[in-house]
């Protein structure tokens, strides 16, 4: 597969998933079967010192999801207008670039001594006055009044219908009085001017609403009660989440708003686990309905589902560790006492590795504690091959491990961040650069040297091809680069205008794709290394915690942009909707 060229530049904002922690305490269960210790003398490893790489070509973006799904509108039954294909935002279109919301939506004034039932929009810097407002969408004008809210001056409102026939009303407030030309009756399309920002009392600004009701009156701006409740709408949460929804690909969506919630993974039966406030949930991936809920004791600090799929592990705050099976039942609870951040892998053949006060503990999947060793610090990131468990820790001095089911801890080589398993071979992406382990050696060799930065943000993903591709975010640049299977540089790019982060990078079939935290989902060519966006959330991150996504064998992508949804996205459906071919 092959994507042709563009021109438009990717601007991509993301968080790295990544698996840490750290304790202190002993656990308080079974007395210990055996105390094994690393099988391996240490020996010390050099560390190269990297030369960064050049600034590499910006990646292009191939962008077509807009444009397949606008619309000329066309009169038609109940919809002399048309109906709506997208909805923009009513200052700088479509996505509202240059302004912001000054004075949000459900705010109360003591000042009209009310709630606000609209957004309060204005240029991000600079005077508001006389910018030009737009309409959102195609639709038919029920109200214009150059001076409809009297001393705050102009009011147009304009129905909009679905193609399934409903209707939403959009309201455009404080505009300019001779800027209001449009009459009742008028049809107006998507991005077409309605009037300009006027002077009300206070500095100049746009009032703009989202109700279903009151077509040919103002309004009062703001209510004694919630506006919800009388059938207004929060604009912007409005126009995203319709967007959204009917963005090509997405199979469903599911509110998941609560601080703290994080998707945990697949289960077995293809459930995804997540936990919603202080709640296990199972989610259908089908269809998003509720499968199981079971409540957690404790903060939740951590959780891993168990290697076989069927169990599930959460640690909390304060040193509780509690088990589930599949279906969200309790299956059993030990308490590290004095433990406050118990840190948890999965454990090779089934079962949990805890991490408490530098000691390492083995759990199977009944709660039977395996083994101990002591002075190991904290696990940084980590990863299953087959039957041994691979990963560093975070400390002054890191160090890879590799560990397996009886407890065999073997100090592997001096070298920390995150390790990745290509083929038979073990890598390992850090700040500094690509590294491949060299058991013999007790080392890691420097391939891929990268501009010192912040791996911490970055991201590391085993290619379909057996290769490897790293979201590397540096002091200089923000790159993507594509590693082929025996070690060489098969491209990079880099990634214009991040400040923030780097995309996750996940696989399905013979692609890959990147998830952005601010609502992108985009597949990369292997060949050239151009990127194709297959769905545009546009949300931005809202809630505290990090994106994820969790990619089902169907060939859906169930992700949270922390903006307040899980979304199930169908990648092929998405891919040939935006013009693609398999």
């Avoid at 001017?193 to 009392?201: H, W």
């Avoid at 970055?458 to 290619?463: A, D, L, N, P």
Wanted: hydrophobic fraction near 40%.
């Amino acid at each position: 597969m092959r994507l042709p060229t563009a021109s438009k530049p990717l601007l991509v904002i993301a968080s790295l998933l990544l698996l840490g922690g750290c304790a202190q305490p002993t656990p308080q269960p079974a007395p210990p079967v055996g105390t094994p210790t690393a099988s391996a003398t240490p020996i010390p490893t050099s560390t190269p010192t990297p030369t960064a790489t050049p600034t590499a070509a910006p990646i292009t973006l191939l962008d077509t999801i807009r444009a397949i799904r606008l619309t000329t509108p066309a009169p038609q039954s109940g919809a002399p207008c048309g109906v709506v294909d997208l909805f923009d935002f009513p200052l700088g279109p479509p996505d509202g670039s240059g302004y912001s919301v000054r004075w949000v939506f459900g705010r109360y004034s003591g000042r009209y001594n009310g709630i606000h039932a609209g957004e309060d929009w204005g240029l991000l810097s600079g005077n508001s006055l006389g910018r030009p407002v737009y309409t959102i969408g195609h639709g038919t004008v029920t109200y214009a009044q150059p001076y409809g809210w009297g001393v705050d001056q102009g009011v147009v409102i304009v129905r909009h219908v679905f193609p399934d026939g409903s209707t939403i009303l959009s309201f455009y407030g404080h505009l300019d009085p001779p800027s209001v030309v449009l009459r009742p009756g008028d049809c107006v399309t998507r991005g077409q001017q309605v009037g300009a920002i006027g002077k009300p009392r206070g500095r100049p600004h746009l009032h703009f609403e989202v109700r279903d009701r009151m077509p040919d009156q103002p309004g009062p701006g703001y209510w004694s009660v919630d506006p919800r409740l009388a059938g207004w709408q929060i604009p912007t949460d409005y126009i995203w989440t319709y967007r959204i929804h009917t963005a090509p690909g997405v199979q469903w969506t599911r509110p998941f708003t609560a601080t703290g919630s994080t998707g945990i993974g697949l289960l077995s039966d293809g459930t995804l686990a997540a936990l919603d406030e202080q709640r296990l949930i199972g989610i259908d991936p089908l269809d998003g309905r509720l499968r199981w809920s079971r409540p957690v004791s404790g903060t939740i600090v951590q959780s891993v589902i168990d290697a076989s799929g069927s169990a599930l592990y959460a640690s909390s705050a304060g040193g509780s560790l509690q088990a589930f099976d599949a279906v969200g039942g309790p299956l059993w609870e030990l308490d590290f006492a004095s433990a406050l951040w118990p840190a948890l892998m999965p454990l090779p053949g089934g079962g949990v590795v805890v991490h408490t006060d530098r000691r390492l503990t083995g759990l199977s999947a009944s709660g039977e504690q395996l083994w101990q060793i002591d002075r190991v610090a904290p696990p940084d990131a980590w990863v299953l091959n087959g039957d041994e468990l691979i990963f560093t820790t975070d400390a002054e001095i890191p160090i890879l491990h590799t560990l397996d089911r009886a407890g065999h801890l073997v100090w592997a080589a001096r070298i920390g961040g995150q390790p990745a398993i290509a083929g038979d071979q073990v890598f390992v992406y850090n700040s500094t650069g690509l590294y491949r382990l060299d058991r013999a050696a007790f080392a890691a060799d420097l391939i891929v040297p990268l501009d010192p930065g912040f791996y911490a943000v970055g991201h590391i993903r085993v290619t379909p091809d057996g290769g490897l591709i790293i979201a590397h975010r540096g002091q200089s640049d923000q790159r993507l680069i594509w590693i082929n299977a025996d070690g060489t540089l098969r491209w990079d790019r880099s990634i214009p205008g991040l400040a923030l982060g780097t995309p996750q990078l996940f696989t399905y079939a013979d692609s890959v794709y990147g998830l952005t935290v601010d609502g992108d989902v985009m597949l990369l060519d292997p060949l050239t290394g151009d990127a194709q966006r297959l769905f545009d959330g546009g949300l931005g991150t809202r809630l505290e915690g990090e994106a994820w996504a969790f990619v089902t064998q169907a060939g859906e992508v169930l992700f949270d942009l922390r903006g307040g949804e899980i979304i199930a996205l169908d990648l092929p459906g998405a891919f040939q909707a935006a013009g693609g071919t398999p």
